[in-house]
């Protein structure tokens, strides 16, 4: 029960263009989602989030929309740029109270290429 | 500042050996977690800790165990290794009031021949 889906393993794009990193969930009591960016033999870094109260998150380059009735996010990247050439994972959470480690459960992942 | 580091970086098993993987971070965190990732699953969570002295089991947590040894220190056992924990494992903090912000160190792969 995949609860967290990237459809797409893999996108390709130019440098300067967008790109546009899909995740869908399937669980209703998830209200806080995170964009992770992972280099090889490295662990993954936090990119951005995003709360169920908010429908968009911008930091920089990076923007997250959130669709509660469909139950997707996206991540654009604008313009994209050859180092942001990584594997990106959507993560979901649900709260669980203000004491309790939070659970996140990933998405398989997307691998970004973007092309000089 | 080192913040989650995970020893060792590589490790290679037989069947039915046992090791145990480390993870420390220095931020003053009260949640850890371990993770294993496998190619085209993401990442899974085995075990997590959401405050010293406390564990929970995670979504695959059969063949492990872990022990919170301080507020610093995570641990992951395998006691009789299997080929199908072939994974990269990684360890990951966070402090409640950050939402959900975890921090992940570097990755210990490991080989189950």
């Known amino acids: 029960d995949q609860q967290v889906k990237q459809n797409s393993p893999s996108l390709s794009v130019q440098e300067g263009r967008i790109s546009i990193l899909n995740c869908d969930y399937t669980?209703?009591?998830?209200?806080?989602f995170l964009w992770y960016k992972k280099y090889p033999a490295e662990g993954p870094t936090f990119l951005i989030s995003?709360?169920?109260?908010?429908d968009k998150n911008e930091d920089g380059r990076f923007t997250v929309f959130l669709n509660k009735s469909a139950k997707h996010l996206s991540l654009h990247i604008v313009p994209s740029q050859p180092g942001d050439s990584a594997v990106y994972f959507c993560?979901?959470?649900?709260?669980?109270?203000?004491?309790?480690?939070?659970?996140?459960?990933f998405g398989e992942g997307t691998q970004l290429t973007v092309n000089p | 500042n080192a913040g989650v580091t995970q020893t060792p970086k590589f490790q290679v098993l037989k069947t039915g050996q046992s090791m145990t993987l480390q993870c420390a971070q220095d931020?003053?965190?009260?949640?850890m977690y371990w993770y294993r990732q496998d190619p085209g699953m993401g990442l899974r969570l085995i075990y997590y800790?959401?405050?010293?002295?406390?564990?929970d089991k995670g979504e695959v947590p059969n063949g492990y165990n872990v022990s919170r040894l301080n507020k610093r220190e995570f641990s992951l056992r395998l006691e009789s290794a299997a080929p199908s924990q072939t994974s990269v494992y990684f360890c990951?903090?966070?402090?409640?009031?950050?939402?959900?912000?975890?921090?992940f160190g570097p990755g210990t792969r490991l080989t189950v021949l």
């Open positions: 800790s959401a405050s010293e002295g406390t564990t």
């Open positions: 990951a903090s966070s402090q409640p009031g950050l939402r959900d912000t975890q921090y």
């Open positions: 669980n209703s009591m998830f209200d806080y």
């Open positions: 931020m003053n965190h009260n949640s």
């Open positions: 995003i709360s169920s109260i908010k």
């Open positions: 993560a979901a959470s649900a709260r669980r109270g203000e004491t309790s480690g939070s659970r996140l459960t």
